[in-house]
């Protein structure tokens, strides 16, 4: 009897140490999994961080970019509006001394048209006076 007594002791002892070992490493075996999962949340959270950042940097980049190009343009669509319109100033210059000269022209014509005119009705005047 001492013997059975004895080796349910020991029976009950490696139980228990059996059960506190399995204890132990299932919650060995969740810290672990919980610390994984952390570890891994951390990582991921970090990489979207810097993602971000860098996508920060990049929209930055990219909108002093576009900004330049439009002074940029700008600046040549004010050169270019700048040269039509001092051509169109020129043009103007232009067409409005053609019209005078034109003008002048005329008149220089009509009014040389008109003295021949005179000097012919003179002419016919004095020839009929004469006759």
């Not at 007594?5 to 399995?22: E, G, K, L, Y």
């Not at 299932?26 to 970090?46: D, F, I, P, V």
């Amino acid at each position: 009897r001492w013997m059975s007594h004895r080796a349910i002791q020991r029976w009950c002892s490696f139980v228990s140490a059996s059960h506190q070992a399995s204890t132990l490493e299932q919650r060995a075996h969740e810290l672990w999994a919980s610390r994984t999962s952390s570890n891994a949340l951390w990582a991921w959270h970090r990489v979207s961080k810097e993602e971000a950042f860098l996508r920060a940097v990049e929209d930055d980049r990219v909108k002093r970019g576009r900004a330049t190009l439009r002074r940029c343009k700008l600046g040549r669509l004010f050169n270019a509006w700048a040269e039509i319109h001092r051509r169109a100033v020129v043009a103007k210059v232009k067409a409005s001394r053609a019209v005078h000269l034109y003008v002048l022209h005329i008149v220089s014509r009509c009014f040389g048209a008109w003295c021949r005119f005179l000097r012919g009705v003179r002419a016919h005047r004095l020839e009929v006076a004469k006759a």
